[in-house]
């Protein structure tokens, strides 16, 4: 049974591009969740995607963007890319928007010059 | 605002030694508390979780955590480390809600504490 699956694991794009992170939920998981976590510090939430549609969003700027598809995979988009995007990017995946439990791939490493 | 907060950001300790690692979240009512590691290399997994009932809450590998209500923290304990547990924890709450209360779950993690631990 896979988990968590992210593509790719390591990025490094230049200041003002974009770039588009994906994401493959566990099997049975029909909810995403995406968090951004800089070095030294905790996984902060971006946003959560259920049925095709933002149900919640952290404190994030319109560059950051995403999408769900109908077979529950996931996109973050981020747009015009500053230094200070660059950090590791992680996917969970719930059975649920209210279940409890997150399952978390190993995440994407954006590195921005 | 919603906060959690993790005391110790770096911790090193000698096998056999015992380990406590402390969580204050800053949230009132009801709340679900979760301990997650990530060893090196490797992504986050979950060490155990409190919900409901007895605060005393059993974890993989040893792992035991307490929920203090009235201290608002869920402290991580282990009696007897291993060089294995060398990773970072990362304290973590949710306020439940619900679907047409707006509140869909997120987890709201500490700063985490980078755990060495030395044979």
């Known amino acids: 049974d896979a988990g968590v699956t992210q593509s790719p694991t390591h990025l490094i794009k230049t200041r003002g591009q974009q770039v588009t992170l994906r994401c493959s939920p566990k099997?049975?998981?029909?909810?995403v969740s995406w968090y951004q976590q800089a070095l030294g510090q905790g996984p902060q939430f971006i946003f959560q995607?259920?049925?095709?549609?933002?149900?919640q969003r952290g404190n994030f700027p319109d560059r950051f963007s995403g999408h769900q598809f109908p077979n529950y995979s996931s996109e973050l988009n981020v747009n015009a890319l500053l230094l200070g995007d660059s950090a590791l990017y992680l996917c969970?995946?719930?059975?649920?928007?209210?279940?409890?439990?997150?399952?978390f791939g190993q995440g994407t490493r954006l590195t921005v010059v | 605002a919603q906060s959690v907060s993790q005391h110790n950001h770096h911790v090193i300790l000698s096998e056999a030694a015992s380990l406590e690692l402390g969580c204050n979240y800053s949230y009132g009512g009801t709340v679900n508390l979760f301990w997650y590691v990530q060893y090196p290399g490797q992504h986050l997994q979950l060490l155990l979780k409190y919900f409901s009932g007895d605060p005393l809450v059993k974890g993989i590998k040893g792992f035991e955590a307490e929920f203090i209500k009235s201290k608002f923290s869920f402290n991580l304990r282990k009696p007897s480390v291993q060089w294995s547990d060398t990773a970072e924890y990362f304290c973590?709450?949710?306020?439940?809600?619900?679907?047409?209360?707006?509140?869909?779950?997120?987890?709201?993690f500490g700063a985490g504490t980078r755990l060495a631990v030395h044979p």
């Open positions: 969970a995946s719930s059975p649920g928007p209210l279940n409890t439990e997150a399952f």
């Open positions: 973590a709450v949710i306020r439940p809600g619900g679907l047409f209360s707006g509140g869909y779950n997120k987890l709201i």
């Open positions: 995607y259920y049925e095709e549609e933002e149900r």
């Open positions: 099997s049975g998981h029909d909810t």
